[in-house]
């Protein structure tokens, strides 16, 4: 139960932080909350269903969600990764800083 615990406070304090995306913040919450709520459940009952493989195989999407945590908190200046927007990511990453300390200082 800490664990659960320690995840909901880091996936809740991700919500709030600007650096994180929805799409990484509603991820981790899926993968926290489905496999336990569906394990609540199931108590009591052994079942081999599709539903139960499609829940078991939610449970990599803990390590799509630190992934994702990862490469958020190492996008420079907090900036929202745009995949596929230019050849060289990490070049518009850097223009959309440039132009975010452009504006703000103007």
């Known amino acids: 139960m800490a664990t659960l615990g320690c995840k909901a406070m880091i996936i809740a304090g991700q919500g709030r932080d600007g650096r994180f995306s929805a799409a990484t913040v509603a991820i981790g919450w899926t993968a926290l909350l489905v496999p336990q709520v569906y394990s609540l459940l ?29 490469h958020e908190l190492a996008a420079p200046g907090g900036a929202m990764v745009i995949w596929g927007s230019q050849a060289n990511p990490l070049l518009s990453r850097l223009k959309v800083c440039q132009s975010r300390k452009a504006s703000s200082s103007a």
């Not at 199931?42 to 390590?63: C, E, K, N, P």
């Open 42 to 70: 199931q108590v009591g009952r052994v079942t081999f269903d599709g539903l139960s493989l499609a829940v078991h195989a939610l449970d990599g999407l803990i390590v799509v969600w630190a992934a994702r945590t990862a």
